[in-house]
């Protein structure tokens, strides 16, 4: 009964260009709500949770599972608030089904399976990784497939060939690590609090590129990526200093790092859109914000003659606006509303 008088008022709005959104985001350590109207932000709530990582040097995922159980309400009342809303005047919801740990997923899930069942309203499930691509649709307006992005997190990094709003081909993806997991574990290594890639971001501004690190995949033809080794070589050095008893030059460690790893991701990504003829190269996902990745590939598209588009740095770690951005434009892609027997799923692919 639900699932017909949901599809029922999603063929009803489907058409709207002011449809209201109201979406969730609980992937990992962010609880999120947000509402969007077309492609207007109203309300943009998120409750971190970096500070009760801090302490274990990562996300635990059953404290985070807990704590956005404790947050999630008070963040969609937050978010009807800001945006001087109530449930009266959302058209329809939209939650992240995956990627991401598994138990943060289903708080979000149920919590809004939940919300779409009590006001009989439409529920779009949104992959993660495409929700961080549609960040840039709000902040770039203008922008529109076909074009590269290079996505850069936590959990993934790929180049995707963005075809359509919903149309996904990936064209190289990481072998092992990705960028952000890597930035994390050179950080603890060199004693940086969680989260490590603005740790080492600040550390590396004072250091030089002095230490060689190894290039994976050197005169390889390829789009993919490997990060393992990479991190690798800088335990491996970190070693053997303490071993000897010698200090270790941090800074110049982690700029040395910082410069081999945003090094790969533009050459690889400059590359992928010049055999691929296309102009625009977008950048979504935390790693996103980097400041020396950011520098370069507006160097490299200045130089090619390329666009470069991103988010805003709110926007590039996980949001809510996000999602919502990426439900709306999947509806404009044909994507139908789903029943109240979707399932969180930690692993999914971003072609999904």
Do not use: W
Not at 126 to 147: D, R
Not at 271 to 296: M, P, Q, T, Y
């Amino acid at each position: 009964m639900y699932f017909d008088i949901a599809n029922k008022k999603f063929d009803e709005i489907k058409d709207k260009e002011d449809k209201v959104i109201l979406a969730v985001e609980s992937s990992c350590d962010e609880t999120a709500c947000a509402i969007l109207k077309g492609k207007e932000i109203k309300a943009n709530i998120i409750a971190s949770q970096i500070e009760i990582h801090k302490r274990f040097g990562g996300v635990v995922p059953e404290i985070a599972s807990r704590n956005h159980i404790m947050a999630i309400q008070n963040c969609v009342d937050e978010a009807l608030k800001e945006a001087n809303m109530t449930l009266d005047d959302i058209d329809l919801f939209a939650v992240t089904y995956g990627a991401g740990l598994l138990g943060a997923l289903l708080v979000g899930v149920s919590y809004i399976k939940a919300l779409a069942f009590a006001t009989q309203k439409p529920l779009i499930a949104v992959n993660h990784i495409k929700g961080h691509i549609a960040a840039n649709y709000i902040a770039n307006p203008e922008l529109k497939p076909p074009y590269i992005c290079l996505i850069a997190s936590g959990g993934h990094t790929a180049i995707a060939h963005v075809k359509g709003y919903n149309d996904i081909e990936i064209l190289g993806t990481t072998q092992d690590d990705a960028c952000g997991e890597a930035f994390d574990k050179v950080a603890r290594v060199l004693g940086l609090e969680y989260p490590g890639g603005p740790q080492i971001q600040k550390l590396a501004k004072l250091g030089k590129p002095t230490i060689e690190i190894p290039t994976p995949y050197k005169d390889v033809d390829t789009y993919d990526f490997s990060f393992s080794g990479i991190k690798t070589a800088v335990i491996n050095y970190v070693h053997k200093l303490e071993q000897k008893g010698e200090q270790i030059p941090r800074e110049d460690l982690a700029c040395s790092f910082q410069e081999k790893v945003t090094d790969i991701m533009v050459n690889n990504t400059i590359k992928c859109a010049k055999d691929k003829h296309l102009k625009n190269i977008v950048i979504a996902g935390g790693v996103g914000s980097n400041e020396c990745l950011r520098a370069k590939m507006d160097n490299a598209a200045k130089k090619y003659n390329f666009n470069v588009y991103y988010p805003p740095i709110k926007l590039c770690t996980d949001n809510a606006v996000m999602i919502a951005s990426q439900a709306y434009h999947s509806i404009l892609a044909g994507v139908r509303p789903v029943d109240i027997d979707l399932d969180a799923s930690a692993n999914v692919k971003i072609t999904d």
